[in-house]
């Protein structure tokens, strides 16, 4: 499976997009939707402009691809194209170890999808703190994990 078009725009509405290269936190240079330049540390001159919509969506693709992988690994169940989305989503977010370990992944496999999508809801901390943006997203993903099923 490949996250679908409706999957892609909560990613990017979550995660935000820039046109234009930037450090991120910890001051690695970044563009369009968290996309890695380099290793980070040196903005390559080829780098230093704007890019199109088309070219954020082409990288973010590529860097989908890893976790979509992740996601049929750790949950070789059948999933709606909503869950698979979802699972993704709160891949890229949180990485593919954190969906290995959790008890979100557990549900998913066991066939409990209410319990799956109430697991969502667990995520919204960041550095011990509730963070709004992160609840929006969880009860987005939620939603999406849901779609059709309720």
Same mark, same amino acid.
């Given at each position: 499976?490949?996250?679908?078009?409706? &999957?892609?725009?909560?990613?990017?509405?979550?995660?935000?997009?820039?046109?234009? #290269?930037?450090? /991120?936190?910890?001051?690695?240079?970044?563009?369009?939707?968290?996309?890695?330049?380099? *290793? &980070? !540390?040196?903005? #390559?001159?080829?780098?230093?402009?704007?890019?199109?919509?088309?070219?954020? /969506?082409?990288?973010?693709?590529?860097?989908?691809?890893?976790?979509?992988?992740?996601?049929?690994?750790?949950? #070789?169940?059948?999933?709606?194209?909503?869950?698979?989305?979802?699972?993704?989503?709160?891949?890229? *977010?949180?990485?593919?170890?954190?969906?290995?370990?959790?008890?979100?992944?557990?549900?998913?496999?066991?066939? /409990?999808?209410?319990?799956?999508? /109430?697991?969502?809801? !667990?995520?919204?901390?960041? &550095?011990?703190?509730?963070?709004?943006?992160?609840?929006?997203?969880?009860?987005?993903?939620?939603?999406?994990?849901? !779609?059709?099923?309720?």
């Amino acid at each position: 499976m490949k996250v679908s078009n409706e &999957g892609l725009r909560m990613i990017k509405h979550h995660e935000g997009v820039r046109l234009r #290269p930037y450090k /991120d936190c910890i001051g690695l240079y970044t563009v369009g939707v968290g996309h890695l330049i380099g *290793n &980070g !540390k040196t903005l #390559p001159t080829e780098w230093n402009r704007s890019f199109t919509i088309g070219e954020i /969506d082409s990288l973010l693709r590529q860097d989908l691809v890893r976790f979509e992988k992740s996601v049929a690994r750790l949950c #070789p169940v059948p999933l709606t194209q909503g869950q698979f989305d979802s699972l993704c989503s709160f891949a890229f *977010n949180c990485g593919a170890g954190r969906l290995q370990s959790s008890t979100l992944r557990q549900k998913v496999l066991r066939g /409990d999808i209410q319990g799956a999508a /109430d697991e969502f809801l !667990k995520y919204t901390k960041a &550095g011990g703190k509730v963070f709004k943006g992160l609840v929006t997203r969880r009860n987005d993903e939620r939603a999406l994990f849901l !779609k059709g099923i309720e």
